[in-house]
């Protein structure tokens, strides 16, 4: 007992000394503990200001920690701390005065103080001014991000301070460019402003829309009479214009206080409601103002009475918005800035639109691509042999999963993925053969059938695999090197993961062409397929041969799950999203054609990305009206896009 | 002329197929909780209700599949058009009551526009509007959807078959055609700009308005009765078409449609008919589905449910009516139970087989296993019994569709 | 002799008691209505394995009412009218005395009917959009005001958004939230024109152009963010993608209502750390209750499996349920409900939850930034919002309320004083 109270008294002690000694930045941050400990974006101002303003040596390292979720917060006496996690359970605290290493301690009595994203860009707003020309190109870095993300005229200063002694000529470049997005912001002088406008006039960057667009905000405004000059009038608008509905522009009257207000249906019968008395409103019956004719009456009467407002008429309503102007005014009120501004905007949007085009073309080929992947081991089976195999897209998710496995015993992603493919092959390969051997040779001259019995084979597959994986979608995850995004400006990228699939569709275009064309395989199978007595006749064992172009094709879906895995998901489900497509990409390109496959994938993938342009909000629309066209375009070619032509045509 | 007879006469299978359909409608009326002993639950007379309209359906597959060799993949777009046209008149009349009602309490009466406003805010709520679209313009009126329960899967067969016949395209290139039709519509009805509540459909079906005292062990039996007759009516119109000189000419399209055409038939005029009329007979058995299932759903038109549909009538036996329907109620009512949790696991000791995992598997192999070894379907134990066998054809094939009845048909 | 009669009474009395308690109850049947195949399989399975599990542990605590608890599993395929069908089948033929299940609110909608008919008890654990209030129905998810308005504000107040993107899956719950929160965001001064809505089918997987979009919308300098209500295994894609097109937290953060552990274990999340999800529930919750239960899911389901918000709903559900029908002494579905009001239960986050006279739960809501490891770092946590079952920010329904317990009516129009509906809508 005794040995205890000596230690409280120490403990005590020490902490009394501890605020004895001087520990400016503890006293600080103890000063604004109430702000930080609700750690809200609209009321943390005060304190970071208070802590980047204090010329303490030692803040830049507090803020970057705080920012880093460092900081921990001892709960018994409200001290904060840096510190490490351990494990689970310990800490390692760390002084923020001087930096000294106070040892492990387990973390029950502390709470992590976790700033928001907000916050966190606070905190970096509030770091330029160190981290601007900091040794580290990192934090030099991190600060012209930060400046980035919030541009404030207190920065520009210390911005065109730093530009001159930058060393790295990068960090250089990106200071330069955002000096002049601020001085085009905040500077005093419209004259240096309007040279910072023609400067970065038909630059693409979204940062240079994002700092002219804001000048150009407007607002309507009302007037009666002339229009004050010191306006900076954009243009005037007339009433009932598209830019300015009636409706609209009576409601501002109305706002401003300069005419009645229209009442509408529900305050109508919500002012009836409390008129009602002895059964009539206003001389009505209640049980006639079941139509608006008569509740329009009821109405007038009681505004007859002075008991309602009343409401304006139509002819009021166009009478006061004759009277008015309708103009809309520039916030900023230079007139000089807010031209340079607009033929600025006006430079950039046509480039704009240019590389908005471009960038719907990559999204259409890259689109394109992947249901040609999807579609190039149907095209084998199904355009070559004229089998037709429902569980082409289960060959797919075979493909994917297999992608899974593989990763499940090598974590390195890139090897897994030179590991998978080849397996990928394999595995569908011989499932393909698989299949072929036990039931499609029987049905070759029965192909609807084949479609019902490989349907069969692919709910049982999905279900098997639902069994083996479970319903989870599993990752497959792309290296390393495939992360991100090939970016030519602000506009204009493609991910690399679909470069890549680009780059597979192209390969597996080359080796269909070669295995068709110059393979023995490929002959045998063209021969098999136009005749196949003719061609047993010629020594040609066309069993085989069909077992084996089956397998080709069944392969190639294989990879194409693990390209599709890469890039989208795998489920069970994975392959029956594609089937229907891939059928369609085939039938459109013109069966027995590789060509026409590809044409088919091109069509399709173009046309619903035109289609999702023109209506952004609704993607489903896009499908739905491209799978009409495409029963429309079959009409017209029942044979496809490239129909092949005499007896390779048949029936 | 004493068609009627002599069509009867030729056809005993129909009375036959009738007397059982009676026979069944009786003993489910008898067991039923609302009329009878209660031995069988209401879900399960709604389920047997249903199964009755998924015959009918397999029915008109089997016409136009089995008799006319149009693989269709996109008879369920018809069927569920049924479904969405009786839907919309449910659907507003019911709430049509109950807002009349909940405005009838509010001080003074409601305008007509609030009422419907009113109704528009109740159905619509649930997708973020409370408009009523164009095509709902009819849906106060039963006479009007429940003529559009035949006539909008009647016009959509008749366009679309005849800008597919017409271009000559046939197999299974038709096939895929049909799948992209149903897909399409059933990709836009999940869009909500397609004014029917999109993903969500129309729902509260089983409730018929005006009714709600009538418990729904009665209103289930109702519309047991209902689909029985409309089946029954169904395979009579159906056995009607396939039979005479018009059957004959069907069946030869199945087998030969060039031979048919190069002997004068029109034979885009036929298949145009084939193919519309089982639209209607889909449509109508929508109609009496989905009140009994009580919520129709774009999801119930996309694509697989027509290759089920497909395979229903595979596996029941193809060209014959009756085929179709065993199909169809085997099928159905065997998943229902697999899928419901009623058939015991299998333990194997090392691992236990449960049905709700397995059955699906067991499903697809054994359309598997039918394609291969049974072409004839369930409809071949019928052959077996009353010993009618397929003429020996000494190994040869008996034609590019095994599945159907080809010689035995031509000698009848 | 009279002692012995007495006696003789009070032992007959009390067997014949218990015998009835027994032979009335036992079993005690909970129907389990999640679908085990079809595509919302990937969500439900969890929810079933939750279930019975749930069930398990409260035999093994000696059951409910001295009965033995037995879970009745049916699979409605994620076949919308196929849920009516089970529903009915698990009220009539098992006669089970409370049914959890249902996640889409789809199939919520399909079961409503038949349950009310019945007179059933159903337990849904998923958030949904709210406008809706059913006597047989007790919505253990988050109600709109639990969730996306918490969320909304979120990323108003601490963020600093200006600009809004609303991405979501095309049915009703992404539409009715993205109609309430278009309402609301209106309402707090934000611009039509700065408010994008987009939806993409189930499962769509190709999301360049809309991630483009999003990105684009930066341009008049405004900070964009995007809530997201994409559903089940499309926002794989979607995170994909954005995590390709290197979109940084700090610049454009997303918020997802449908993305919790369960979804980011499919997925590699070293690009996404930063983005944001909104629930009542997340398994990083550092309490000793939480721990517990991560560790029994674990235990059953294996070490590499999580916990998720939906399957908090069921806990609280669950044990609420049981609570109940041990203060009602039977599981008849009229007490049970009137013991339900006011019912507590600890929240596997810490704090009480409370069963409300409209159905609804009180619950603190959560709000995470995603972390390298699939989990998520809770960055605010509220106390605990009262549900509500009628939004207060669409004009029609703002008059509304719900209050099963006083007024007995789920659609009560404040401004008439009358019940619009007992029976709810669907």
Redesign the interface.
């Known amino acids: 007992m005794k040995n205890l109270l000596i230690a409280l008294f120490a403990l005590i002690l020490s902490c009394a000394s501890a605020s004895a000694q001087d520990t400016p930045v503890q006293d600080l941050l103890q000063e604004h503990r109430a702000l930080i400990e609700k750690s809200s974006r609209k009321t943390i101002g005060p304190a970071i200001d208070a802590l980047a303003r204090s010329g303490l040596p030692q803040m830049q390292t507090v803020l970057e920690a705080w920012q880093a979720k460092e900081i921990w917060q001892r709960q018994a006496d409200g001290l904060f701390f840096r510190a490490e996690e351990i494990d689970r359970t310990t800490l390692n605290l760390f002084d923020l005065d001087s930096g000294a290493d106070l040892g492990p301690t387990p973390d029950e009595d502390f709470k992590q103080l976790k700033p928001n994203s907000g916050i966190r860009a606070m905190i970096g707003t509030a770091l330029v001014q160190f981290q601007l020309s900091d040794p580290d190109p990192a934090k030099r870095r991190d600060a012209l991000i930060a400046i980035e993300r919030d541009p404030e005229s207190s920065l520009l200063a210390p911005l065109r301070a730093s530009i001159d002694s930058e060393q790295d000529a990068a960090i250089a470049a990106q200071k330069r460019r955002l000096e002049r997005l601020l001085t085009i912001g905040y500077d005093a002088d419209s004259a240096a402003r309007i040279a910072a406008i023609n400067d970065m006039a038909g630059d693409l960057g979204l940062d240079v829309r994002a700092t002219l667009n804001p000048l150009t905000s407007s607002k309507i405004m009302v007037v009666s009479g002339d229009v004050p000059a010191e306006w900076n009038v954009a243009e005037t608008l007339k009433p009932g214009s598209e830019d300015l509905p009636a409706a609209e522009a009576y409601a501002l009257l109305v706002a401003g206080g300069d005419a009645l207000p229209r009442i509408d249906d529900d305050d109508i019968?919500a002012a009836?409601?409390a008129n009602?008395q002895g059964g009539s409103?206003g001389g009505v019956p209640?049980?006639e103002?079941?139509?608006?004719d008569a509740?329009l009456t009821a109405y007038a009467a009681l505004a007859e009475a002075g008991v309602v407002p009343a409401t304006a008429t139509d002819a009021d309503i166009d009478d006061r918005l004759a009277e008015y102007t309708f103009v809309r005014v520039y916030d900023e009120t230079d007139p000089a800035i807010t031209t340079a501004v607009e033929e600025a905007l006006k430079s950039i949007e046509v480039k704009v639109g240019l590389n908005q085009t471009l960038d719907l073309t990559l999204d259409a080929l890259s689109l394109a691509s992947i249901y040609f992947l999807a579609a190039i081991g149907l095209a084998i089976t199904f355009g070559v042999m004229?089998v037709?195999n429902?569980a082409h897209g289960e060959f797919i998710m075979m493909g994917a999963y297999t992608g899974y496995v593989v990763q499940q015993f090598v974590p390195n992603h890139t090897l897994s993925i030179i590991i998978a493919i080849p397996l990928a092959f394999a595995v569908t390969f011989a499932a393909g053969v698989l299949m072929e051997r036990l039931?499609i040779r029987?049905?070759y001259?029965?192909?609807?059938?084949t479609?019902?019995?490989t349907?069969?084979?692919?709910?049982?597959?999905?279900?098997?695999a639902?069994?083996i994986f479970g319903t989870q979608a599993r990752p497959l995850t792309s290296p390393a090197w495939l992360d991100g995004s090939w970016v030519m400006n602000d506009i204009v990228s493609i991910s690399y993961i679909r470069i890549a699939i680009f780059v597979l569709a192209l390969i597996f275009l080359c080796v269909f062409l070669f295995i068709m064309k110059r393979t023995r395989l490929g002959l045998e199978t063209r021969a098999v397929t136009q005749n196949p007595r003719m061609a047993a006749s010629m020594g040609i064992n066309p069993n085989r041969v069909n077992m084996l172009t089956f397998g080709l094709g069944s392969g190639i879906a294989g990879i194409a799950g693990v390209a599709i895995g890469l890039f989208a998901k795998v489920t069970s489900e994975l392959g029956?999203d594609y089937i229907?497509q891939s059928?369609?990409t085939v039938?459109v390109g013109g069966v027995g054609n590789i060509w026409g496959t590809l044409a088919g994938a091109a069509m399709i993938g173009f046309l619903q990305k035109g289609i999702e342009w023109f209506n952004p909000s609704?993607t489903?629309?896009a499908?739905?009206y491209m799978?009409?066209f495409?029963?429309?375009f079959?009409?017209?070619r029942?044979r496809g896009i490239i129909a092949l032509k005499g007896r390779a045509a048949g029936? | 002329m004493n068609t009627h007879k002599s069509f009867v006469m030729r056809n005993p299978s129909v009375l036959y197929f009738l007397a059982m359909l009676a026979l069944f409608t009786l003993g489910v009326t008898l067991l039923a909780e609302g009329t009878g002993t209660g031995l069988i639950?209401?879900?399960?007379v709604?389920?047997l209700g249903k199964t009755l309209c998924l015959c009918l359906i397999a029915i008109a597959m089997d016409l136009v599949w089995g008799y006319c060799g149009i693989?269709s993949l996109g008879h369920f777009a018809f069927f569920g058009l049924g479904g969405y046209m009786i839907g919309m008149w449910l659907m507003y009349e019911r709430t049509r009551l109950?807002v009349t009602?909940?405005l009838a309490?509010?001080?003074?009466?409601?305008?007509?526009?609030e009422i419907v406003d009113g109704i528009g805010?109740?159905i619509f709520?649930?997708?973020?509007s409370?408009e009523f679209p164009l095509i709902w313009s009819f849906a106060h009126s039963l006479t009007i959807q429940l003529i559009l329960v035949v006539l909008v899967p009647g016009i959509l067969a008749l366009v679309?078959g005849w800008?597919?016949f017409?271009?000559?395209?046939?197999?299974?290139?038709l096939?895929?055609?049909t799948?992209?039709?149903t897909?399409?519509l059933s990709?836009?009805l999940?869009?909500?700009?397609s004014g029917l509540?999109?993903?969500?459909?129309l729902?509260?079906l089983?409730?018929l308005p005006g009714l709600d005292d009538v418990p729904?062990s009665t209103v289930s039996i109702w519309f047991l009765w209902a689909s029985a007759v409309a089946l029954g009516l169904g395979y009579i119109l159906a056995a009607w078409i396939v039979s005479g000189k018009f059957g004959s000419v069907v069946r030869g399209i199945r087998d030969n449609e060039a031979r048919v055409r190069f002997l004068g038939y029109s034979v885009e005029t036929y298949k145009l008919f084939i193919f519309t009329v089982t639209a209607c007979i889909a449509g109508i058995a929508g109609a009496l589905y989905?009140p009994q299932?009580?919520?129709?759903?774009p999801?119930?038109i996309a694509?697989?449910a027509s290759?089920y549909l497909?395979?229903w009538v595979?596996i029941g036996g193809r060209g014959r009516l009756y085929g179709a329907v065993i199909g169809a109620a085997f099928v159905s009512l065997i998943s229902t139970w697999f899928?419901?949790?009623q058939a015991p696991d299998i333990n194997l000791g090392f691992y236990t087989v449960q049905w709700?995992?397995?059955w699906?598997?067991v499903?697809?192999?054994?359309?598997?296993l039918v394609?291969?070894f049974a072409?004839k379907g369930i409809g071949g134990l019928v052959d077996l019994w009353i010993d009618r066998r397929a003429p020996a054809r000494h190994g040869a094939?008996l034609g590019?569709?095994?599945?159907s009845l080809r010689e035995k048909e031509a000698s009848e | 002799m009279k002692f012995v009669n007495t006696m003789l009474a009070g032992t007959v009395a009390l067997g014949a008691l218990s015998t009835a308690a027994m032979a009335a109850d036992c079993p005690i049947k909970v129907g389990v209505l999640h679908s085990?195949?079809g595509t919302m399989a990937i969500s439900e399975t969890t929810l079933k394995d939750t279930m019975l599990m749930l069930v398990e542990q409260q035999n093994e605590k000696g059951g409910v009412l001295g009965c033995e608890l037995e879970a009745?599993?049916?699979?409605p395929?994620s076949?919308?009218?196929l849920f009516?069908?089970?529903a009915?089948?698990l009220l009539?033929?098992h006669e089970t005395d409370v049914i959890f299940g249902n996640w889409t609110?789809?199939s919520r909608?399909?079961v409503?009917?038949?349950i009310e008919?019945l007179n059933g008890l159903l337990f849904y654990p998923v958030q949904y959009?709210g406008?809706e209030s059913s006597k047989n129905v007790f919505y253990t998810g988050a109600a709109p005001n639990q969730q996306a308005i918490p969320a909304t504000d979120y990323f108003l107040d601490e963020l600093g958004v200006e600009k809004f993107a609303l991405l979501g899956t095309?049915?009703?719950y992404p539409?009715?939230t993205?109609?309430i929160l278009e309402s609301y965001l209106k309402g707090k001064g934000i611009a039509e024109e700065d408010i994008f809505v987009n939806?993409t089918?189930?499962g769509h997987s190709d999301w360049s152009k809309i991630v483009a979009d999003v990105v684009a919308l930066g341009a008049d300098g405004k900070k964009v963010g995007v809530i997201s209500t994409i559903n089940g295994d499309a926002n794989i894609g979607f995170y994909k993608e954005l995590a390709a097109a290197g979109i940084s937290a700090d610049d454009i953060p997303v918020v997802a209502f449908s993305v919790g552990e369960e979804e980011l274990s499919g997925l590699d999340t070293s690009n996404l750390v930063g983005h944001l999800a909104a629930w009542n529930y997340f398994q990083s919750a550092d309490t000793d209750a939480n721990a517990e239960w991560v560790a029994a899911w674990k235990a059953r389901m294996g070490e590499e499996r999580v916990t998720n918000d939906p399957m908090e709903a069921h806990y609280i559900g669950f044990n609420m349920w049981v609570n109940a029908v041990e203060a009602a002494g039977t599981t008849d579905v009229d007490a049970v409900r009137t013991a339900m009001y006011g019912q507590e239960f600890p929240n596997l986050t810490g704090g009480t939850a409370v069963m409300l006279p409209n159905h609804h739960l009180a619950k603190p809501v959560l709000i995470g930034e995603i972390l390298e490891d699939g989990q998520f770092d809770i960055i605010s946590q509220t106390t605990e919002v009262p549900g509500d079952a009628w939004t207060d920010f669409l004009p029609?329904?703002a008059v509304l309320k719900s209050d099963w317990k006083d007024l007995g009516c789920g659609m009560y129009n404040t401004e008439?004083s009358?019940c619009?509906?007992i029976?709810s809508?669907?």
Not at chain 2, 166 to 173: D, E, I, Q
Request: avoid cysteine.
């Open positions: 019968r009836l409601i009602i409103v209640v049980h103002l079941d139509n608006d509740r004229g037709i429902m039931v029987w049905l001259n029965r192909p609807l059938e479609l019902l019995a349907f069969g084979i692919s709910i049982a597959l999905q279900q098997l639902k069994n029956s229907v059928f369609m039938v609704n489903l629309a499908q739905t799978i009409i495409i029963i429309i079959i009409q017209f029942p029936d | 639950s209401t879900s399960f709604k389920t693989l109950i009602d909940a309490q509010a001080e003074i009466p409601p305008t007509p526009q805010t109740q709520g649930v997708v973020g409370n679309f800008l597919a017409r271009s000559r395209v046939t197999g299974v290139y096939s895929i055609l799948q992209a039709m897909l399409a990709l836009y999940f869009q909500n700009e509540r999109g993903n969500n459909g729902s509260g089983q409730n729904q989905y299932a009580g919520i129709i759903n999801a119930e694509p697989i290759i497909a395979v595979a899928t419901g949790g709700v995992d397995w699906l598997i499903l697809g192999m054994s359309f598997v394609t291969l072409p094939d590019p569709d095994d599945g | 085990l195949s009745v599993v049916v699979d395929a076949d919308w009218p009516a069908e089970k009915r089948e009539t033929v609110s789809v909608k399909s409503l009917p038949v008919e959009e406008e095309d049915y009703v539409r009715t993205n109609n939806y089918p189930f029609e329904s008439t009358t619009v509906q029976k809508n669907y």
